[in-house]
């Protein structure tokens, strides 16, 4: 089951590697109506409990009052490796303004793999082990990367799915700092 997911995954990845998330053009671009933190609800972010790559159990909880980015990727997958740096990038520029990035690695290998792949990369925030069924809490993963940006209050704020303009998901991100 876990392979025909994958499976599936791996050719929405590749299909929507050029799509944009809702709340954005064609080209990626974020209405400035958005940019400025006029984003809607989305829906309310699910309750969830994983282990982090180092084993450790990690909750959603853990991380109230914060703004969440949530990340589903894997190790195989291009844009997600394309975007990882803009990622800690992110992390670095706004932890101290209350933004936690979470890597949810959707990847069938050991967890110490995909730490290793974490650590060559250099990624500064949690990697959590997932699957289907914590990708089907948030609604359904249909391509990766997918990421949902989550207010403070816990609330869904934006979906994107595949790659975007950096710069226009920074300032969508920023928004809710």
């Known amino acids: 089951m876990k392979s025909i997911f994958q499976c599936g995954l791996l050719v929405a990845a590749m299909l929507m590697t ?6 954005e053009s064609a080209k990626g671009h974020i209405p400035p109506l958005l940019a400025r933190s006029a984003l809607p609800v989305v829906g309310l972010a699910p309750s969830w409990t994983l282990n982090d790559v180092d084993g450790r159990e990690v909750k959603s909880t853990d991380f109230k009052g914060k703004v969440v980015v949530v990340d589903f990727w894997a190790t195989w997958c291009p844009p997600c490796r394309k975007e990882l740096p803009e990622y800690v990038a992110l992390q670095k520029k706004y932890a101290d303004r209350g933004l936690v990035i979470l890597g949810f690695s959707l990847d069938e290998l050991p967890a110490a793999q995909v730490k290793a792949f974490a650590e060559k990369m ?3 925030y ?11 809490a948030f609604g359904g993963v249909q391509g990766l990367p997918t ?13 994107k799915v595949g790659l975007s303009d950096p ?7 920023a928004s809710l700092l």
């Open 147 to 159: 990421a949902f940006v989550i207010d403070r209050e816990g609330q869904i704020r934006h979906v």
């Open 122 to 124: 250099k990624v500064n």
């Open 126 to 136: 949690p990697i959590l082990m997932a699957n289907a069924e914590t990708a089907e």
């Open 18 to 23: 050029a799509a944009c998330g809702q709340g």
């Open 167 to 173: 710069e226009a998901y920074e300032k969508l991100i």
